[in-house]
């Protein structure tokens, strides 16, 4: 029934802003955001190299051991505080924390309102936002070893034991990915209108859905306190600083000359980019 309501709202929000999108745009002033050739391909360079260089570490050359034969469920090694926020795996709730956090992933289609011609640059900063977040988040899941909550019980699923995925508790995908969507919508709906009454609703709606799919990848056992509150800093800060680094202030502290230098220094090669 949340979820329902949640989407209702939006639809609302996404209606009535539709309606009036000629009224809370100016379109006489420079886009909000802009694609830049030398940006882009540092982007996307950038962050396919970490999203892939995570994969292959992981399907191809196994860096990580997922051996649950010498494993020992040892609460010493939990937090204390987190110890009252272990619950044993839920599956109905698993699955419900994966549809809040594909609603929340798809916050983003609201720009559907704002000009056609700004759709490939909310599009392409989208996935910049995604693949930083994903990557950072399976960079995390190869370098630490930690079980999920619900191994410290005794009917832990073991669908998850074979499949190798039962110590890949940090940090939360789920809630890296939420946030990342999260984050992303509110800060393009204040930088497109941010004159807007819907602003803090978008807002408050948008962080809901991620919060909501934190709390029940806690309660449906598969997360730790802090391996949600590490996803959420995680999705928050590449929800937000992708497009950031895609605006005119952004852009102004590289203009001062309109070429690559690269030059040799005591430590080695560097380079310096300039954006125009």
């Known amino acids: ?95 419900v924390g994966t549809g809040t ?39 995390g899941k190869l370098l630490v070893h930690r079980a999920r909550p619900y191994m410290y019980f005794e009917d832990y699923p073991l669908d998850k034991v074979e499949e190798g995925d039962w110590n890949c508790s940090f940090p939360s995908g789920h809630t890296t990915l939420a946030f990342t969507g999260a984050a992303y919508t509110t800060y393009l709906f204040h930088q497109y209108f941010p004159d807007s009454p819907w602003r803090f609703a978008v807002t408050g709606i948008s962080f809901g859905i991620a919060a909501t799919t934190g709390i029940l990848r806690i309660a449906s056992g598969n997360h730790f306190l802090s391996d949600v509150l590490t996803g959420a800093l995680i999705g928050t800060v590449c929800g937000v600083a992708v497009p950031f680094m895609h605006t005119s202030e952004f852009y102004k502290r590289f203009q001062k000359k309109n070429k690559t230098e690269l030059y040799l220094s005591p430590l080695g090669f560097n380079a310096k980019f300039y954006f125009n």
Request: contains cysteine; charged residues 15%.
């Open 1 to 95: 029934m949340k979820k329902l309501i949640s989407l209702l709202a939006l639809c609302s929000i996404f209606l009535s802003a539709r309606l009036s999108a000629q009224t809370l745009i100016d379109y006489t002033q420079e886009p909000a955001f802009k694609l830049n050739p030398v940006n882009e391909s540092i982007q996307l360079a950038g962050s396919l190299a970490l999203t892939g260089s995570a994969i292959l570490c992981d399907k191809v050359f196994h860096i990580k051991t997922n051996d649950f034969e010498t494993w020992e469920a040892n609460y010493t090694l939990v937090p204390y505080l987190e110890q009252f926020l272990m619950v044993p795996y839920n599956k109905a709730l698993h699955y």
């Open 101 to 139: 956090a594909a609603m929340a992933l798809l916050t983003p289609a609201i720009f559907a309102l704002t000009p056609n011609d700004q759709w490939l640059t909310i599009g392409v900063m989208y996935a910049e936002s995604l693949l930083w977040a994903y990557g950072i988040k399976e960079w």
